[in-house]
């Protein structure tokens, strides 16, 4: 059983289009990342949420932690080509497991021109 | 360049022979962490290591595995008699905090294991 689930687990979408990325458990987190992973290379952070109910933006992306920090969500406006990549979503479960990442199995996502 | 640096990028090796995979964290870094990511799958964490210290290996498995963070020099994930289910990128990370402390992962590039 998959701690973190993530879905969709692909998206192909034309440039332009939104969408929206769902991370979700069971458990209550502590924190939770969200890194954006590019082929051959290694995960790069994009954000960090800590409260429920938090919201950050990242020029295009609006980045949401639930209110009971079981959730997250990610949103893209106008997406671009270079938007494409591996996105995953990372937990931290307590206080004393701060780094210590559960990752969820990630979001292929493809934008066509 | 001051990244996690993992060496080597690609790393071939017959069923039966050792793997040896190395990081440098970042500088400044003395908690480094190491995952390993199937194709299509997300990150499996395997072991989180302070400077000559073992602080959680509960995602390594039991045998043939074993990893090293000593005083100077890189950590070291050592795989012996590999098999072909061990083939996969393996990624260090590091951060500058412990735990406790909400603190970003930083990545290096991976090394990626074929076995054949």
């Known amino acids: 059983t998959q701690l973190l689930e993530q879905s969709p687990q692909f998206l192909s979408i034309q440039e332009g289009e939104n969408l929206t990325v769902y991370c979700n458990s069971s458990?209550?987190?502590?924190?939770l990342q969200w890194y954006r992973q590019e082929p051959g290379e290694g995960p790069v952070l994009l954000v960090t949420?800590?409260?429920?109910?938090e919201v950050k933006k990242l020029k295009r992306l609006t980045f949401q932690f639930g209110d009971a920090r079981k959730d997250s969500s990610l949103h893209i406006t106008a997406a671009q080509p270079g938007d494409t990549g591996l996105y995953l979503c990372a937990g931290a479960l307590g206080e004393t497991s701060g780094s210590r990442l559960t990752f969820g199995e990630g979001t292929q996502l493809t934008v066509n021109p | 360049n001051a990244g996690v640096m993992q060496n080597p990028r690609h790393l071939v090796r017959r069923r039966g022979q050792e793997a040896r995979l190395r990081c440098s964290p970042m500088?400044?870094?003395?908690?480094v962490y190491w995952y390993r990511q199937l194709p299509e799958e997300g990150l499996k964490f395997m072991v989180y290591?302070?400077?000559?210290?073992?602080?959680?290996e509960s995602g390594m498995p039991k045998e043939r595995f074993s990893a090293e963070f000593p005083k100077e020099g890189p950590s070291i994930l050592r795989i012996q008699q590999v098999v072909r289910g061990d083939s996969a990128a393996y990624f260090c990370a590091s951060s500058p905090t412990p735990p406790g402390m909400v603190s970003p992962l930083h990545f290096g590039n991976g090394t990626r294991l074929t076995v054949t």
């Open positions: 458990s209550v987190f502590s924190s």
């Open positions: 949420v800590v409260t429920g109910g």
């Open positions: 290591l302070q400077k000559e210290n073992i602080i959680d």
């Open positions: 500088k400044g870094h003395s908690h």
